[in-house]
């Protein structure tokens, strides 16, 4: 009886041991609080993320963009809580963090963006010499918040080591 209720609930059987993480299982989302304790959290997080999925290589450009990121997310959000996602997709990491600042009211908000986009000016420099992709915009409603990205490849990566 017991059987037949679990072949009811588990048709493929009893999960599998999992094996060690692949490139594909690299689709990872979490959420850190406001505070600069989470971007040492975060680069430790992101090293060990690449680490176990076989990117080692791309561990320093990696940690290098969170950390940028973050930094950015608490001069303008002191406090408030940020989520991160980290993906590999067609040869390519992206990093992306999400924060919840406020939207302004009038122009307000192309100036605020424009002070965020020249906050990013090293990562901006950095990503782009290495031939990868840093970007900024407003979050789609109905969230108000910005979110940012790099995105890079392994070659963009060991283009970072050798700067």
């Known amino acids: 009886m017991l059987s037949d209720a679990v072949s ?15 490139l594909a299982d690299l689709n990872y989302s979490f959420g850190l609080p406001g505070s600069p304790y989470a971007l040492s959290l975060a680069r430790r997080l992101v090293r060990q993320l690449l680490d176990e999925h076989g990117l080692s290589d791309m561990a320093e450009l990696g ?10 997310c608490h001069l303008f959000n002191v406090n408030r ?7 590999w997709r067609y040869g390519v990491l992206r990093l992306t963090v ?4 406020p939207a302004h009211a009038g122009g307000h908000g192309r100036v605020c963006l424009g002070l965020r986009r020249l906050a990013l000016t ?13 970007g900024l915009e407003n ?15 392994r070659e963009a990566a060991r283009c970072y080591a050798g700067l």
Do not use: Q, Y
């Open 8 to 22: 009811a609930c588990l048709p493929g059987g009893p999960p599998a041991v999992p094996g060690a993480p692949t």
């Open 63 to 72: 940690t290098f963009a969170v950390a940028e990121l973050l930094g950015n």
């Open 81 to 87: 809580e940020t989520d991160v996602s980290l993906r």
């Open 98 to 101: 999400f924060d919840k600042h």
């Open 122 to 134: 090293t990562l901006d420099e950095v990503v782009a010499a290495c031939r990868g992709i840093c």
């Open 139 to 153: 979050a789609r409603g109905p969230l108000a918040g910005n979110r940012m990205w790099v995105v890079f490849s």
